[in-house]
């Protein structure tokens, strides 16, 4: 009897090695390729402006033939897996992917004590005077908003001591890892190409126009600035954006992204080609740039000088003036400034343009170029303008009163009112100035008197344009009727 209990332990325990040793068939894990930069041939990245980024990333790895897993390190962490494909480059069929998953839960001492919950670690103490170490097993419990461990009969909260694990997780990794399953028909080198689409890589334009003395004309100046907190680097990689907006399906929830603080470079200056894609627009970086992890850089895009350009002072009104009475309507106004220039070839421009911010600045007397104004750019087509509204004038103001109001008829089906208004423009500059004056109407109207004469150049909207002399005033005085 204790014979044949032997014999059926001994092979049991035969039975547990071979399952443990992974030699009994179908349950042997293929064995794992790890891929990194080192094995990059080349790698592409098109970013779009809206946090996406298309990258195309060629690797040289050798594979065995039948299943093995190929573990592509260094992977963006804000990969959309489900956007990924691994496939030949010289478009050979010589292997298929069986299943593929993306581990971008990353190796940090936090994780490491999560995924360690109903697992066993070991506490190392020292002893204060002697130096002695002691070890004792603790049972992890609990690790979110602290750590719970059982040692012996006792529950302790907080780290006693410095904590010790027998190995790292299969599914825990130092850095962004694309696993993909793979069977292939050979063994030996292949060039596989990985594209997908990623979050976490972003570019804007960034301008700088420098007005001249008259503030006729300007140079002007274009940057890209990408930033990538994508979590791993693309060296020497080929560069592409896209300026334009693209439809994205809305994902249902947003992949966690770790936070970064930015590097600030300025690469070299050179510029980059455009072409159109779709409807949208691409601009091509002519050499390879890195980008490295956690950086904000900035590349040329382009440059032009002596670029007319025509300065403006605008003072816009408001629709209610017009509806009831009003009175006073401001005594200190101060008129807008802005400034035009056409994006048009033959003015060394014609580039179609991408959103950004563009900054203006003006020379002093003394030579030093200060800060004037900024305002955001939409995307610009070819030959259309750019007005960008720098700020409010100091020495341009206006005072604006409601002369009169009356209602001329009133019902349930429609309001006739007749009001009038003076304005007065005052310039304290040692030069005369133009001010466009803009006043919104509401429904039908018909300016009834003026002293100066009127464009309606939108349906709801009279325009004037006013000479104002050198350190002196100019007056507007008009009638309107609105029927509403």
């Not at 999560?114 to 690790?143: C, D």
């Not at 790292?168 to 990985?194: F, H, I, K, M, Y």
């Not at 200056?269 to 740039?289: F, G, I, K, V």
């Not at 350190?471 to 309107?480: N, P």
Request: neutral net charge; charged residues 30%; contains cysteine.
């Amino acid at each position: 009897m204790k014979r044949a209990f032997g014999s059926c332990l001994g092979i049991l325990l035969i039975l547990l090695g071979c399952f443990a040793a992974g030699t009994v068939h179908g349950q042997q894990d293929p064995p794992e390729i790890r891929s990194t930069l080192q094995d990059q041939q080349k790698v592409a990245v098109t970013i779009y402006n809206n946090d996406l980024a298309l990258v195309k990333d060629l690797r040289r790895v050798r594979l065995p033939k039948g299943e093995s897993l190929l573990a592509l390190r260094e992977v963006s962490g804000g990969m959309m897996p489900e956007t990924a494909l691994l496939r030949n480059a010289a478009g050979s069929k010589t292997f298929r992917v069986i299943e593929q998953s993306f581990d971008f839960d990353l190796l940090t001492p936090e994780k490491l004590l999560e995924k360690y919950v109903g697992r066993t670690v070991e506490v190392v103490r020292v002893h204060p005077q002697t130096g002695a170490e002691s070890r004792e097993e603790a049972l992890v419990l609990a690790a979110i908003g602290g750590v719970v461990l059982r040692m012996g009969d006792r529950i302790e909260t907080g780290i006693p001591g410095r904590l010790v694990y027998p190995d790292v997780p299969a599914n825990l990794r130092d850095r962004p890892t694309l696993v993909v399953q793979v069977a292939g028909d050979r063994a030996g080198e292949q060039d596989l190409e990985l594209s997908y689409l990623t979050t976490g890589l972003s570019w804007r334009a960034d301008y700088v126009a420098e007005l001249n003395a008259a503030e006729d004309r300007l140079d002007l100046s274009g940057w890209v600035t990408l930033t990538n907190q994508s979590g791993t680097v693309y060296r020497n990689a080929r560069l592409q954006l896209v300026a334009g907006d693209v439809h994205r399906v809305a994902r249902p929830e947003a992949m966690d992204q770790m936070e970064t603080k930015a590097l600030l470079t300025r690469a070299a200056a050179p510029l980059m080609a455009e072409e159109a894609l779709l409807d949208y627009h691409l601009y091509t970086l002519d050499r390879p740039t890195t980008i490295k992890e956690n950086q904000v850089k900035q590349v040329a895009l382009l440059t032009a000088t002596a670029v007319p350009a025509f300065k403006e002072y605008v003072l816009r009104g408001n629709e209610y003036f017009y509806r009831s009475r009003q009175g006073s309507l401001g005594d200190k106004l101060k008129a807008a400034v802005y400034l035009e220039f056409a994006n048009r070839e033959k003015d060394g421009l014609g580039l179609p343009l991408p959103k950004g911010i563009m900054r203006v600045y003006k020379q002093d007397s003394s030579g030093n170029a200060q800060f004037v104004g900024e305002d955001s750019l939409d995307h610009t087509a070819k030959n259309e303008k750019v007005r960008l509204r720098l700020g409010d004038a100091f020495d341009v103001t206006a005072e604006r009163v409601q002369t009169d109001f009356k209602k001329l008829a009133g019902g349930e089906k429609e309001t006739l009112i007749e009001s009038a208004y003076r304005i007065e423009l005052k310039n304290a500059r040692d030069k005369p100035v133009t001010v466009r004056v803009e006043e919104p109407m509401p429904g039908d109207w018909q300016i009834v008197q003026e002293s100066l004469p009127h464009a309606k150049e939108e349906a709801r909207t009279a325009v004037w344009r006013i000479e104002v002399p050198a350190e002196g005033k100019a007056e507007l005085t008009y009638r309107v009727r609105v029927r509403y």
